[in-house]
Structure formats: C-alpha cells, structure tokens
C-alpha cells in the first residue's frame, strides 16, 4: 500500500528504536548504580561495547550498522558472563534490529527469539512488546502476513499493561495495515480508527496523518472516493504542520488521484502540479528512493489519464492548458528519484501520454528504455515472482508494440515480442530447476543462483530501508549479478535464455529460417485499457524482411478459443466445423496471400500464450463460392517452434539416405493403473517395419538401456506415461513432471543426461504426455522446450489425451513415410491426411515442436 514505507518508518522511530534507546537508557542507570557499589571490568566493558553500538546504530549507514554489530556482539557474551538477562535481552534486540535493517530477515529472527524469553523472565513488558513488534515486522515483511498478525496481537495487550500509547498505536496501525493487504477493508478500517485517537493523544501528528491517508486509502479501494477525499484532506495540513515534504506531495497525489477517478480532471491536474514542488523539495533521493517509488506510478498513470489514454482529454484543449514540456521535464526528477523500478514505471506512462500527444518517436523510445530496465530487473526475480512481475508489465510490450507496428517499424515491433512473450519457457525450466549436461556450465548457474537469491531478499527488504547505504550495496550486488548472467550466457551458450531472450536471438531466429519454409507468429494485443483488442501476425521468410498484419479482433476471443479447444478435446462434438471456420478466418485468412506468394513446402508457427494450445493445422477455410472445405494441414505440413528451436534450424540439414532407425521404448509397466496395451503393439509395429530399428518392451524399458542405447539412434520413440505438471499424477501414480520407466520415474529436469546429442526426433507417444501444464500457456512448448536444450532437434508430443487406435496408426503411418524419404513435416501431414475425414480428435494432437526438416 502507499503509505506502508511511511508507517515502518514512523514504526522504527517512535516504537522499534526508542525502545532500544529507552532499554539502554535504563541499561546505563542500573550499570551506574552498580557499579557504584561492585566495580566491576567486565561490566565496564560491556557497557562501553553496548553504548559505543547505540552510537554507531543511531547513524543508520550499512557500515555504521555492521559497525554497531559488531560492538553488540562484543557486548553480548559479556552480559551472558555476568548472568544480566535484562541488558542481554537489550543487546540481543538491538543485533536483531541490525541483521533485519540489513534484511538479514532470518538471522534477525533467530536473535529476537533469544531475546523474548529473556525479556518474559525478567518481567520487562516493554522490551517484550517491542521484541513481538519486531518479529511482527519480519514476517511481515517476508509476506507471512497471519504469523506477523499473531505477533502484533502478542504485542497489544502488553503494550497497553504498561500505558505505552503511542506503541499501542502504532501496533494498532501495523496491524490494520495487514488486514488492508489482506483485502480485509472492513477490519482495516476497525484498527486504524482505534490508532487514530491514540495518535491524538500523543500529540503524533506524522503518525495521525499516515493514519489518515491510510483510511483514505481504503475507502479509495472500496470505491468510495468522496470519503477518501475527506480523510486525505484531513491529513494534508498535519503534514504542512510537521514540514513533511514526502507526506504532503504524497497526500497531494492521492487526492489528485481520486479527483481524476471522479472525472475532475482540472481539479486532479492541479494537485498533481501543486505536488511536483515538494517532489522537488526532497534534498536526498537516494533516502526516500523508495517512499517515492510508490507513488510515482500513481503521479504518471494519473497525468497519462489526464492527457488522454483512451479518451479525448487533451486533445479538448478548451478543459484546461496542457504543456506537455511541463510534463517532461517534470518526469525527469520521477526518473531520478524513481529507483530502476520507478524508472521503468515513470517511462512507460510518459510514454503513453507522449503517444496520445502525437509524439510517437518520443513515445517508442521511452517505452523501449522501459522495457529493457523492466528485463533487467525480471531477469533477476525467484520463480514465484516473476510471472507477476510479467503480467504487471506486459501492458507495456503490448503498448509498446502497437505503436511500433502503427509506425510501420516492423522489425522492431517482432523483436519487442519475442524479447517479451517466450519468457515463461524460460521460466518453466527454472520452475523445475532443469539441469544441464555441462558439470561447468550447471555449477556457474547454481552460484548464479545463490547470488539471485541474495539480491532477491535484499530487493524485498529495500521498504524497510532507504538508507543510501543500504541502496547503494544492493544496486551494486545487482550489477554483479546482471554482470554474471551475461558472462554465463556468453560462456555457454547453451543455457543462454534461461538469462532471457536478447535481440542477438531474434536475429538469429531470423536468419535460421531454412527454404522453402514461412514463419507466422500471431500475437495477441489484448488486455490493455483503451487500446482495441487486436491481433498481430508476423510473416517471415528465408532472407526477407519482417511482415504484418494488424487486425481487430472480437473481445470474446478467448472464450471462442477455450470453446473450440473443448470441442477438439470431443469426438462426440459436431459443431467444432463453424468455430474451426471462424477462427481461420481471425488467425489466417489476412495472412494467407502472403503466405500463398511465398510458396512454402513447410509453415512453421511460433505461437505463444493460450495459443500454444491450438492445433492449427484444423483450422478449415470455407469457400463457398468455389466449393473448398480444406484444413490447413491439407495446404502445408506444419510443425511449431520455440526461442531455443534457432540452435537446431541453424545446424546444417540431414543429408543421410538411409532409412530412419528407431529406438523405441514402450509399456514399461504392464499394470495397471500404468498398462499402456495399445503402446506394445505400436512399437512392435513401429521396429517390424524399419530394419535396424530396436525395441525395448516391459521390463526392458528401463532407464539404463535407454541412455546405453540412445547415441545409436536418430530417432527415439517413448510410448509411456509423462507427468508433467506441477503436482503428481495421482490416478497414474507418477511424480510430478517426470517420465516412466520400468526402474524409476525420471525427472525431466534432469533431461540433459539422457544422452540426447544428436536426436533427430523425440517422440513421446503416450495418453496425457503433453497434458496442459497450467493456464499460464505453456504446455506442450514446455515440454518440448526441455528435451530441445537436452539436444533433440525436435520433438512430438501429444496436446490431449489420445485414442490408442487412432495414435497407432498415425504412429506406423508416420514412421513409413519417413521411411520414403519424406521430411519430418512432410511425413506428419502424410500421416494425419489418412484420418482427415474422422473428427480431429483423432489425428490432430500430435504436432511436431523443432525442426520438421
């Protein structure tokens, strides 16, 4: 929330830190009488150690920190020599603080547990409340928001035992700033009106306005903007009052943002211009860098509203004076006072409002700087951060490339979406953690890893502290580990997108087109606030420039797409026809000229989100007029291909005549609930027909055989059972994302051991091999992006579960024409043209992802 920095700030002077000032001060006095009557050294010692590290805390630099760190635990041994629990208690507080300001948050942990059962021995309520607060604010800020719930509540009750009013508040405060982030408004809203009086009668003004401006807040989320409005107007003068520069540019933001809520646009426009002085004002970015980064967002989403997304604001020049100047070189001090974040953010809205003032160039170079910034920062994010980080951001992509396409920078604009939309195949291998071949290559990503990990924490814990310090070691930590992620990309290649897609990549992709072979990539733009949802299809041939087609597209396309993917999934579906037909006519029609004047013998598909989902090949054109019913598998084989397929298209062609040779794997376990019946007769039928060709049946399929006999054999067969999801496949009995074998489940993290070099094809027959993997859009590319970086140069697998008869034969077909001499493409539209009159259920699930040639 905005003013969450506000309050933690306000939370370690009033509450955190005075409590350790007032614990030494107590300290000091008890020593003093003591050593009144014991003088003792060992008690001077400690004392000098524990007040020369309150000296060094009180200056706040990382250094001073460490420094005071230290001397702590210099000081601390020594109370535990001398049986002093209480100023044990203090020390161990104050080391706790120091490791949690350097977002050490578990080793800040550790020492607040020693000191509260100290603390609760000697009876000191004060120490133990400020203690439950501080391991409140760890979890709290590791986002374990119900155990940081338990400890303020722990907090409550001792804090009011000793009359501490201004903690009690502050407790309350943090406690309704939980349950606001919780979506709990109504309980918020409970804590913060029981803070608000308590702030009162302490005379707290910084601490009543936050207050305030949080119960705006809420009541600016609850669409209740006229009550917002009362609070933040309440909290505006008590921030004048204190000379708080942050606070009242703050305050002036979000009252000018409810104004633009409300359509005020002249009302909004004046507050955020009355704002940008005390922005201004702010002697020292680098200490409110990130109090500041909150708002910034808010400041530019609001102007860009303002000057006209979607609407015609600006261009009605009679609602007020616009100077877009002004607006420029105002955000110049967002950008250097944004932090990299804030920079992204700040760009990309001045982006925007410098394409709605008919800025373009303008417009594609911030949006560019911002996108780059936001890799950079996305490169370095753990899993679990990362697709939101995308999804928070990709209206900026989408942005970005609208305009691109609109200027007619076509190049441009297909670097921009492959840069942006093939991140989550990456993020599926860090997902599983999948491994490389190189022992090399696989210890430099681990210590890669580690240092990601530490960025990670110290990225989350910049909130608590915007010393310059602290923000200086972190920005450099970042560089470092940026630094490294390129040093390992060039060192081996091999595990390059798994740092991201560059632009050398694309050029790559581009040039590594082979004959004879059309490239389409359909983009969605879709999503984002005033821009028509809008289909981009890019067209690239062997040596030709970037070419493409824009069109608009029904808002309901996603769920037409979910419909006809349910019908596929059918055989019983009779109506799939017409939606097959519609969605030819979205996805292909405008392109199909363009494609027909290249005159392909193979169309390749780069498809990303929800269409990787999408069988192409059974889209139908419908021509009455001439009476043409065709499929588009009936026109052109078609194969798939992902980031990393560019390292098998720029490898040179096969040139071998010989027949294909088949190592092939099938029902490893013959019972149930793993009995594949139907996968023996397959390979049975499979190695009968090619001479050479090797099978492994039952038993036999076993792991060591596998990786004994794979390097033999340009095409691998696998007709068995994958789990590769997230979770186990329960009703199979198989782990998570791993492969059957007769001896083990393999993990296919692990893909790059299985010996692999050299594979022409994968082929993973079995029912659910290539089941979707989540809603994210990743499936099947998944899967096959995996095996693709463990060597294959392509792999087929299944989009759904599949008829056993139906699999068979297109298997056996499939084999047979290779064996013709047939491309990999041209032998799977072969096959699956013998069962184009069933439904596609039945020939259709099985696509090539790779090289077809």
Same mark, same amino acid.
């Given at each position: 929330?905005?003013?969450?920095?506000?309050?933690?700030?306000? %939370?370690?002077?009033?509450?955190? %830190?005075?409590?350790?000032?007032?614990?030494?001060?107590?300290?000091?006095?008890?020593?003093?009488?003591?050593?009144?009557?014991?003088?003792?050294?060992?008690?001077?010692?400690?004392?000098?150690?524990?007040?020369?590290?309150?000296?060094?805390?009180?200056?706040?630099?990382?250094?001073?920190?460490?420094?005071?760190?230290?001397?702590?635990?210099?000081?601390?041994?020594?109370?535990?020599?001398?049986?002093?629990?209480?100023?044990?208690?203090?020390?161990?507080?104050?080391?706790?603080?120091?490791?949690?300001?350097?977002?050490?948050?578990?080793?800040?942990?550790?020492?607040?547990?020693?000191?509260?059962?100290?603390?609760?021995?000697?009876?000191?309520?004060?120490?133990?409340?400020?203690?439950?607060?501080?391991?409140?604010?760890?979890?709290?800020?590791?986002?374990?928001?119900?155990?940081?719930?338990?400890?303020?509540?722990?907090?409550?009750?001792?804090?009011?035992?000793?009359?501490?009013?201004?903690?009690?508040?502050?407790?309350?405060?943090?406690?309704?700033?939980?349950?606001?982030?919780?979506? @709990?408004?109504?309980?918020?809203?409970?804590?913060?009106?029981?803070?608000?009086?308590?702030?009162?009668?302490?005379?707290?003004?910084?601490?009543?306005?936050?207050? %305030?401006?949080?119960?705006?807040?809420?009541?600016?989320?609850?669409?209740?903007?006229?009550?917002?409005?009362? *609070?933040?107007?309440?909290?505006?003068?008590?921030?004048?009052?204190?000379?708080?520069?942050?606070?009242?540019?703050?305050?002036?933001?979000?009252?000018?943002?409810?104004?633009?809520?409300?359509?005020?646009?002249?009302?909004?426009?004046?507050?955020?211009?009355?704002?940008?002085?005390?922005?201004?004002?702010?002697?020292?970015?680098?200490?409110?860098?990130?109090?500041?980064?909150?708002?910034?967002?808010?400041?530019?989403?609001?102007?860009?509203?303002?000057?006209?997304?979607?609407?015609?604001?600006?261009?009605?020049?009679?609602?007020?004076?616009?100077?877009?100047?002004?607006?420029?070189?105002?955000?110049?001090?967002?950008?250097?006072?944004?932090?990299?974040?804030?920079?992204?953010?700040?760009?990309?809205?001045?982006?925007?409002?410098?394409?709605?003032?008919?800025?373009?160039?303008?417009?594609?170079?911030?949006?560019?700087?911002?996108?780059?910034?936001?890799?950079? %920062?996305?490169?370095?994010?753990?899993?679990?951060?990362?697709?939101?980080?995308?999804?928070?951001?990709?209206?900026?992509?989408?942005?970005?490339?609208?305009?691109?396409?609109?200027?007619?920078? *076509?190049?441009?604009?297909?670097?921009?979406?492959?840069?942006?939309?093939?991140?989550?195949?990456?993020?599926?291998?860090?997902?599983?953690?999948?491994?490389?071949?190189?022992? @090399?290559?696989?210890?430099?990503?681990?210590?890669?890893?580690?240092?990601?990990?530490?960025?990670?924490?110290?990225?989350?814990?910049?909130?608590?502290?915007?010393?310059?310090?602290?923000?200086?070691?972190?920005?450099?930590?970042?560089?470092?580990?940026?630094?490294?992620?390129?040093?390992?990309?060039?060192?081996?290649?091999?595990?390059?997108?798994?740092?991201?897609?560059?632009?050398?990549?694309?050029?790559?992709?581009?040039?590594?087109?082979?004959?004879?072979?059309?490239?389409?990539?359909?983009?969605?733009?879709?999503?984002?606030?005033?821009?028509?949802?809008?289909?981009?299809?890019?067209?690239?041939?062997?040596?030709?420039?970037?070419?493409?087609?824009?069109?608009?597209?029904?808002?309901?396309?996603?769920?037409?797409?979910?419909?006809?993917?349910?019908?596929?999934?059918?055989?019983?579906?009779?109506?799939?026809?017409?939606?097959?037909?519609?969605?030819?006519?979205?996805?292909?029609?405008?392109?199909?000229?363009?494609?027909?004047?290249?005159?392909?013998?193979?169309?390749?598909?780069?498809?990303?989100?929800?269409?990787?989902?999408?069988?192409?090949?059974?889209?139908?054109?419908?021509?009455?007029?001439?009476?043409?019913?065709?499929?588009?598998?009936?026109?052109?084989?078609?194969?798939?291909?992902?980031?990393?397929?560019?390292?098998?298209?720029?490898?040179?062609?096969?040139?071998?005549?010989?027949?294909?040779?088949?190592?092939?794997?099938?029902?490893?376990?013959?019972?149930?609930?793993?009995?594949?019946?139907?996968?023996?007769?397959?390979?049975?039928?499979?190695?009968?027909?090619?001479?050479?060709?090797?099978?492994?049946?039952?038993?036999?399929?076993?792991?060591?055989?596998?990786?004994?006999?794979?390097?033999?054999?340009?095409?691998?067969?696998?007709?068995?059972?994958?789990?590769?999801?997230?979770?186990?496949?329960?009703?199979?009995?198989?782990?998570?994302?791993?492969?059957?074998?007769?001896?083990?489940?393999?993990?296919?993290?692990?893909?790059?051991?299985?010996?692999?070099?050299?594979?022409?094809?994968?082929?993973?027959?079995?029912?659910?091999?290539?089941?979707?993997?989540?809603?994210?859009?990743?499936?099947?590319?998944?899967?096959?992006?995996?095996?693709?970086?463990?060597?294959?140069?392509?792999?087929?697998?299944?989009?759904?579960?599949?008829?056993?008869?139906?699999?068979?034969?297109?298997?056996?077909?499939?084999?047979?024409?290779?064996?013709?001499?047939?491309?990999?493409?041209?032998?799977?539209?072969?096959?699956?043209?013998?069962?184009?009159?069933?439904?596609? *259920?039945?020939?259709?699930?099985?696509?090539?992802?790779?090289?077809?040639?």
């Amino acid at each position: 929330m905005n003013y969450k920095l506000l309050f933690l700030l306000l %939370l370690l002077s009033s509450l955190l %830190l005075s409590d350790v000032v007032r614990a030494a001060s107590k300290t000091q006095d008890l020593q003093i009488a003591q050593q009144l009557t014991q003088p003792d050294a060992t008690r001077a010692a400690a004392k000098q150690a524990l007040n020369e590290g309150l000296e060094l805390y009180k200056q706040g630099t990382a250094k001073s920190l460490r420094q005071a760190l230290a001397k702590w635990q210099i000081a601390l041994p020594l109370w535990q020599k001398l049986g002093d629990k209480f100023n044990e208690a203090n020390t161990l507080l104050g080391i706790g603080k120091v490791y949690s300001e350097l977002g050490e948050k578990q080793q800040a942990l550790l020492y607040y547990n020693q000191a509260l059962p100290l603390y609760r021995a000697v009876g000191d309520r004060s120490g133990g409340a400020a203690t439950l607060n501080n391991i409140g604010l760890v979890y709290d800020a590791l986002g374990k928001k119900q155990q940081a719930l338990s400890y303020y509540n722990q907090a409550l009750p001792l804090l009011r035992a000793v009359g501490d009013r201004s903690g009690e508040a502050t407790t309350l405060h943090n406690i309704g700033a939980v349950y606001s982030e919780l979506g @709990e408004k109504q309980q918020a809203l409970l804590y913060y009106n029981q803070a608000l009086p308590l702030y009162r009668e302490v005379g707290d003004r910084s601490g009543e306005a936050a207050t %305030l401006n949080n119960i705006g807040l809420v009541y600016s989320e609850l669409g209740e903007k006229q009550q917002a409005l009362s *609070y933040y107007k309440q909290a505006l003068p008590l921030y004048r009052a204190v000379n708080d520069p942050v606070g009242q540019a703050t305050t002036l933001n979000k009252i000018a943002g409810v104004y633009s809520d409300l359509g005020k646009y002249q009302e909004a426009f004046f507050h955020y211009t009355k704002a940008l002085p005390f922005w201004q004002d702010v002697s020292n970015f680098s200490e409110k860098v990130e109090t500041l980064n909150f708002n910034i967002p808010a400041i530019l989403r609001a102007l860009s509203n303002i000057f006209g997304v979607g609407n015609d604001h600006y261009k009605k020049a009679s609602i007020f004076p616009v100077n877009p100047k002004l607006l420029y070189n105002s955000s110049l001090l967002f950008i250097r006072a944004g932090g990299r974040y804030g920079e992204a953010t700040t760009l990309a809205y001045r982006g925007i409002v410098s394409q709605n003032t008919n800025r373009p160039s303008e417009a594609i170079t911030d949006l560019e700087k911002s996108l780059q910034i936001n890799l950079e %920062l996305r490169r370095g994010l753990q899993q679990e951060n990362r697709q939101k980080f995308l999804q928070q951001n990709d209206w900026i992509a989408i942005a970005l490339v609208n305009i691109l396409i609109n200027q007619k920078k *076509y190049e441009q604009a297909f670097a921009w979406v492959n840069l942006f939309s093939t991140a989550d195949l990456a993020d599926y291998n860090r997902l599983i953690n999948a491994k490389v071949a190189n022992p @090399e290559a696989q210890q430099a990503i681990d210590e890669w890893n580690q240092k990601n990990q530490q960025l990670e924490s110290l990225r989350q814990q910049l909130q608590n502290n915007s010393s310059p310090d602290f923000t200086q070691n972190f920005r450099q930590l970042e560089t470092q580990v940026n630094q490294k992620a390129t040093e390992i990309s060039r060192q081996f290649p091999e595990v390059a997108e798994l740092f991201e897609t560059t632009p050398a990549d694309i050029d790559k992709l581009k040039s590594s087109i082979p004959a004879d072979t059309v490239v389409i990539q359909p983009v969605l733009l879709t999503g984002v606030k005033d821009i028509p949802n809008s289909l981009a299809i890019f067209i690239l041939a062997n040596n030709n420039k970037v070419d493409v087609i824009k069109k608009t597209i029904p808002d309901d396309f996603n769920q037409l797409l979910n419909q006809y993917l349910e019908q596929l999934e059918n055989p019983g579906s009779h109506d799939f026809g017409k939606t097959s037909s519609t969605l030819y006519n979205i996805l292909i029609k405008d392109v199909e000229e363009k494609i027909r004047n290249l005159r392909p013998k193979q169309l390749s598909i780069i498809a990303t989100g929800k269409l990787r989902y999408l069988p192409f090949e059974t889209l139908k054109k419908i021509d009455e007029k001439n009476k043409e019913h065709l499929y588009l598998i009936q026109k052109y084989p078609i194969n798939y291909l992902t980031r990393i397929s560019t390292s098998s298209l720029s490898s040179p062609k096969a040139t071998t005549k010989q027949a294909p040779k088949v190592l092939a794997f099938g029902n490893p376990v013959p019972r149930k609930p793993q009995n594949l019946p139907g996968a023996e007769t397959e390979v049975k039928e499979i190695t009968n027909k090619l001479p050479g060709s090797e099978a492994y049946l039952g038993s036999k399929a076993t792991l060591a055989n596998f990786k004994s006999q794979a390097l033999r054999f340009n095409f691998v067969h696998l007709a068995t059972h994958g789990c590769f999801q997230d979770t186990d496949c329960k009703t199979l009995n198989l782990k998570n994302n791993s492969l059957l074998f007769a001896d083990t489940q393999y993990n296919i993290a692990d893909a790059a051991f299985l010996g692999l070099k050299g594979t022409q094809l994968l082929t993973l027959s079995a029912c659910q091999t290539a089941k979707k993997i989540d809603d994210k859009g990743v499936g099947i590319s998944g899967v096959a992006y995996i095996f693709e970086r463990a060597g294959a140069k392509a792999v087929m697998a299944s989009l759904w579960s599949v008829d056993d008869p139906a699999t068979q034969k297109l298997m056996v077909d499939f084999y047979a024409k290779l064996q013709e001499g047939k491309s990999k493409g041209e032998a799977l539209q072969q096959a699956k043209l013998q069962q184009i009159k069933r439904h596609p *259920y039945y020939w259709s699930p099985f696509v090539i992802i790779g090289d077809a040639r």
